[in-house]
């Protein structure tokens, strides 16, 4: 039977590389020793020269394998290694991989010691080298170094099975079908003659079964189409109810299993056509941001617990139904959650506006190949991206990369992010980044325009604002607010253009970049979250399309001080929510009752509360009142927000985002660090040195000395591999925080 055996605990790490590292009998005693997913190098949160990831280190890993395993074939399964690895094993080279976001395997099996030490060496080069995608020219985001995805040994029969791809058919109809596409491979000297069985089930309840017999050639592979028929009761997969089901395909050999590989599905027909997206036959508008999977300090090295994290911010916190894997395919724990809550998934090819030589190209080509085969079966991806970012065109090239896509995947449509106006179509969607918005009164172009052509096609917008209106948390409240109405206008032009099906915004969190992007401090804050994953004012624009029954919002766009704006005072006050009405209390007295701009804003479910006067405000030099929003649905109070007339520090707030994590060393979970004032609202232009300590079995992941961003602040403490409580305590020169205890367990 097929084994997994997670292989990220007790590395060796060295940042350097020699050709004698690969020996076996080198001695790596005084190596660094490291878990996975790991970062060749942390980095400072801002102001850091990015060279300093950028080099050759050599990870080493000694292991057993049983000698009941003799006669079986041994893998060993890398997530990703940035950005090109070469591997051995017991000094014998046995792979590599170009590219720094997509899987790999390596063959072990003719070089492994069964029964006695074997070692594992990886030469990882995370240079930018010009052969590898995305690199060549500059890029606006940063690929950081090392093995920062997971790795498995695999142990498998000489006949096994590759791949699985499952295409649910007929999903509308009252009885569905599922054609199974089972890859398989016969390494061994003999013929094979194999039964194929396939599993259906939900919930741990058996839905179907089928079993098909496959004859396989010594040394060869092949692909065995399995039909499971005339399915009924099939729930469908979508955005509100994301009904998962389990298949599992088995190989028998004399009625015996002797190989398994399991999946999640779901059943849905996802197609963007001119008038709109459609999800399971219902047009839907898609309301999105662009997601870096990059972090502060390790970059890309975190572990599943955060990835699923982020996946949730965005659904619950944002209210998104879609987001963009920019400008790479990400982590498969962010995958996998995006499954489970109904969030919808671009996913594209790495690269950004550079098209390389014909080698370089074959990379970015077999980027899509890659990039497919480990994803087809998330029903959460509905498009494949397969042109680099912004790039212009290249028919030969993009021809291509089509037609692999279409060729392994003829269930989803192809697009390719472009910015410029006219440029070829050749994929399903055209998809383009519409930065035409800066302030004035355009905010979208007709798609027209953007094609060239005379008839309407499927068209996504896939980014606007971003570095058009870089915003930063702790910016003056004007800007905060220009950066949120931004958000606003694209979102309402597009909901209500009928030849629109998605605008994506660019983008959720900040990230890190080249010196010659950003703001010259190496961050990008082009976000509506910031690297923290704290929210800016623009955040509250996608947050308040939520359905209030599922949470209310009620976020006024102002600080609440007489004096931040130019000129001075609060109005216009915009508030964001997705309340009927609005009741405002200044000095504990109702000032009346205000309602959404709906005539203003109809591409929006729930447009925007703008309040252009308050009595009893004050004028320049009379007195200051704190205030209080109340926001009704049908008649009932659902939500409020307070502001104090004179905020001082009052509490240092601490939050963990989970009270128990696994004791493995790999592990992680988010603290969250507030300085607020007398109603609980941060101080945003407070930058209070924070001392952070943790004891127990945990690890601070950057500094434990820093400052405050904007009032705010977070850090990830990770376990150990004892278990036990983690107490983290944080103090700033005025307060304290009450200790966050985290528990870790086995």
């Given at each position: 039977m097929r084994e997994i055996i997670a292989f990220n605990h007790h590395w060796r790490f060295k940042d350097e590389f020699h050709k004698e590292f690969v020996d076996p009998k080198f001695q790596d005693q005084a190596w660094t020793k490291v878990n996975l997913p790991h970062a060749n190098r942390e980095v400072p949160y801002n102001y850091f020269d990015e060279k300093d990831y950028q080099f050759i280190s050599t990870y080493r890993k000694s292991f057993t394998v049983d000698q009941k395993n003799k006669g079986k074939r041994i893998f060993v399964d890398f997530g990703a290694v940035m950005t090109y690895a070469e591997v051995y094993l017991n000094g014998q080279f046995v792979g590599n991989h170009k590219g720094g976001y997509t899987p790999f395997s390596c063959d072990l099996t003719d070089h492994v010691k069964f029964?006695?030490?074997?070692?594992?060496?990886?030469?990882?080069?995370?240079?930018?080298?010009?052969?590898?995608?995305?690199?060549?020219?500059?890029i606006d985001y940063l690929c950081f170094g090392g093995i920062y995805r997971e790795v498995d040994l695999r142990i498998v029969d000489p006949?096994?099975?590759?791949?699985?791809?499952?295409?649910?058919?007929?999903v509308l109809e009252e009885k569905k079908q599922l054609l199974t596409k089972v890859f398989l491979a016969n390494t061994g000297q003999d013929e094979e003659t194999v039964f194929v069985r396939v599993n259906l089930e939900k919930d741990g309840k058996l839905i179907a079964s089928t079993v098909t017999k496959a004859q396989l050639s010594a040394g060869t592979e092949a692909v065995t189409d399995v039909y499971l028929k005339n399915l009924e009761d099939i729930a469908l997969w979508g955005i509100d109810h994301p009904e998962l089901y389990d298949?599992?395909?088995?190989?028998?050999?004399?009625?015996?299993?002797?190989?398994?590989?399991?999946?999640?599905?779901?059943?849905?027909?996802?197609?963007?056509?001119?008038?709109?997206?459609?999800?399971?036959?219902?047009?839907?508008?898609l309301r999105g941001l662009n997601r870096h999977q990059s972090y502060p300090y390790v970059g890309y090295a975190m572990p599943a617990r955060a990835q699923r994290k982020d996946a949730d911010i965005l659904k619950y916190e944002l209210g998104l139904n879609l987001v963009r894997t920019s400008h790479y395919p990400q982590s498969t724990h962010f995958l996998d959650r995006c499954?489970?809550?109904?969030?919808?998934?671009?996913?594209?090819?790495?690269?950004?506006?550079?098209?390389?030589?014909?080698?370089?190209?074959?990379?970015?080509?077999?980027?899509?190949?890659?990039?497919?085969?480990r994803d087809w079966n998330h029903p959460s991806i509905f498009l494949w991206g397969v042109r680099i970012n912004e790039s212009w065109d290249s028919s030969e090239f993009y021809k291509e990369t089509n037609r692999i896509a279409r060729e392994l995947d003829p269930t989803r449509q192809t697009g390719g992010v472009r910015y410029i106006e006219k440029s070829e179509f050749l994929e399903d969607v055209y998809t383009m980044n519409d930065f035409i918005h800066s302030g004035g009164e355009i905010v979208l172009r007709d798609q027209r325009q953007v094609t060239g052509l005379e008839e309407y096609v499927p068209y996504m917008v896939c980014e606007f604002n971003g570095h058009m209106y870089p915003t930063k948390r702790f910016d003056q409240e004007e800007r905060l607010i220009e950066h949120a109405l931004r958000h606003l206008r694209v979102q309402n032009a597009a909901g209500a253009d009928p030849h629109i099906s998605a605008a994506i915004g660019w983008c959720a969190f900040d990230y890190n970049t080249h010196f010659d992007f950003g703001s010259g401090?190496?961050?990008?804050?082009?976000?509506?979250?910031?690297?923290?994953?704290?929210?800016?004012?623009?955040?509250?624009?996608?947050?308040?399309?939520?359905?209030?029954?599922?949470?209310?919002?009620?976020?006024?766009?102002?600080?609440?001080?007489?004096?931040?704006?130019?000129?001075?005072?609060?109005?216009?006050?915009?508030?964001?929510?997705?309340?009927?009405?609005?009741?405002v209390f200044v000095a504990n007295e109702s000032v009346g009752k205000f309602y959404p701009e709906k005539d203003d804003y109809p591409g929006v479910e729930y447009p925007p509360v703008i309040i252009r006067d308050i009595p009893s405000t004050g004028v320049w030099g009379s007195a200051w009142h704190s205030v209080e929003f109340v926001g009704y649905l049908d008649g009932e109070k659902i939500a409020s927000k307070r502001f104090a007339k004179d905020p001082v520090p009052t509490k240092l707030l601490a939050?963990?985002?989970?009270?128990?994590?696994?004791?493995?060393?790999?592990?992680?979970?988010?603290?969250?660090?507030?300085?607020?004032d007398q109603v609980g609202n941060p101080l945003p232009y407070s930058n209070e040195a924070i001392q952070i300590e943790v004891?127990?079995?945990?690890?601070?992941?950057?500094?434990?000395?820093?400052?405050?961003?904007g009032g705010c602040l977070a850090?990830?403490?990770?376990?150990?591999?004892?278990?036990?409580?983690?107490?983290?305590?944080?103090?700033?020169?005025?307060?304290?925080?009450d200790p966050v205890v985290i528990t870790t367990t086995l």
């Open positions: 029964g006695e030490e074997n070692v594992l060496t990886v030469k990882v080069d995370s240079t930018e080298r010009p052969d590898i995608p995305p690199f060549g020219h500059v006949c096994y099975i590759k791949n699985v791809f499952a295409q649910p058919e007929d298949l599992t395909v088995s190989l028998l050999r004399d009625n015996t299993e002797f190989d398994r590989f399991s999946t999640r599905i779901g059943f849905r027909e996802a197609v963007v056509k001119p008038d709109g997206f459609f999800l399971n036959g219902e047009r839907v508008m499954d489970e809550i109904g969030l919808l998934v671009f996913e594209e090819i790495p690269g950004w506006q550079h098209i390389g030589d014909e080698n370089w190209q074959k990379v970015a080509q077999e980027d899509v190949r890659e990039m497919i085969e401090d190496r961050i990008c804050y082009h976000g509506v979250m910031d690297m923290f994953r704290i929210p800016k004012m623009a955040a509250a624009v996608y947050g308040s399309q939520m359905d209030p029954k599922d949470k209310p919002v009620l976020e006024p766009a102002t600080l609440w001080t007489r004096g931040d704006r130019s000129g001075g005072g609060v109005l216009p006050l915009v508030i964001f929510t997705n309340c009927d009405e609005v009741e939050m963990a985002d989970d009270q128990t994590i696994k004791a493995d060393g790999i592990d992680v979970t988010r603290v969250v660090f507030k300085l607020v004891e127990g079995p945990g690890m601070l992941i950057g500094p434990s000395l820093t400052g405050l961003i850090a990830w403490v990770k376990s150990t591999e004892t278990p036990g409580e983690i107490r983290i305590t944080a103090r700033t020169n005025s307060q304290k925080a």
